[in-house]
């Protein structure tokens, strides 16, 4: 199998860098003339990935975080190169989600010897998604955790940014479209989620199967501050579906239309505005083969 290891040495906030020794190890071990190549921006990572297609890379084993994964995939869907995950980011949802261990060694051990099976994809727009996309309330907290204070760090980080999103936060008008029906109104936020995680360990879409076709909608209707912090810890077990301002439906696409423009964010990354001309989401089934532990 021809292989590469590729690397974002700025991921979590230096342990892309810290790990370079060991992944240099881990493309030698790799054998055939691997390499390890380190990206230079997340422009970058999509080159690179699209560049293992061109060459025949079989397997692009990726270290990064979330954010990385998802400018990997930009050049991997649709082709047949498989990617293999080395989680290093603060969040590591998509890793979670598919059960990827985080520690480097046993990361790298599944890299180079695990089996890869068709993963679902979303696309929102132009862009694909791995773990969701989003926008609204979660897409405020995800901007504002861009920029977290320096004794900020790991999961804590987006908790960081729902507390800073909080004051100030108007809902919008939102009408989502879906297979199903419409849901419409004053909207806290609007997920598409392919996997259940999202926002460093919080399951927002705890059902969602990233192989079954569909995207799992959630929607979470005006709420009062103090009731969104009061529900906000139900997150983290997937126990907030049954509360009242939670509605859910799944679907092969939707419609999100917003009656003001808001940036939506995917796999914590900035995507585009979006408001009442609206985006079209989409699931893409099988788009993409991923090594995982199952």
Not at 135 to 153: I, K, L, M, T, Y
């Amino acid at each position: 199998m021809r292989a590469r290891v590729l690397l974002n040495p700025a991921a979590g906030a230096g342990r892309g860098r810290r790990a370079a020794p060991r992944l240099a190890e881990l493309a030698r071990a790799a054998g055939g003339g691997t390499e390890l190549v380190e990206s230079a921006s997340g422009a970058d990572l999509e080159r690179q990935a699209r560049r293992a297609v061109d060459e025949g890379i079989e397997r692009l084993i990726v270290a990064g975080g979330d954010g990385t994964f998802h400018q990997a995939i930009q050049g991997l869907a649709g082709g047949p190169c498989e990617l293999a995950l080395v989680p290093l980011g603060s969040g590591n949802d998509l890793a979670g989600s598919l059960g990827v261990p985080l520690g480097l060694e046993a990361a790298c051990e599944l890299a180079l010897a695990g089996r890869a099976r068709p993963l679902d994809l979303g696309r929102a727009g132009e862009r694909w998604f791995a773990s969701y996309c989003g926008v609204g309330f979660d897409s405020e907290a995800s901007r504002a955790a861009q920029d977290p204070p320096p004794f900020v760090r790991g999961p804590a980080i987006y908790v960081w940014g729902v507390l800073r999103a909080l004051f100030g936060f108007v809902p919008p008008g939102v009408v989502v479209e879906h297979d199903g029906g419409v849901i419409e109104g004053r909207m806290m936020f609007v997920v598409a989620a392919n996997c259940a995680r999202f926002g460093g360990g919080m399951r927002i879409a705890p059902q969602a199967d990233p192989a079954d076709g569909l995207l799992d909608l959630v929607v979470v209707r005006e709420v009062s501050r103090l009731a969104l912090l009061r529900a906000f810890p139900r997150v983290y077990r997937g126990r907030h579906l049954d509360h009242p301002a939670v509605a859910t439906a799944r679907t092969k696409r939707a419609r999100i239309r917003l009656d003001r423009e808001m940036v939506m964010f995917s796999d914590g990354e900035e995507l585009f505005p979006v408001g009442p001309e609206g985006v079209e989401v989409t699931a893409r089934e099988g788009a993409l083969r991923v090594v995982t532990s199952g």
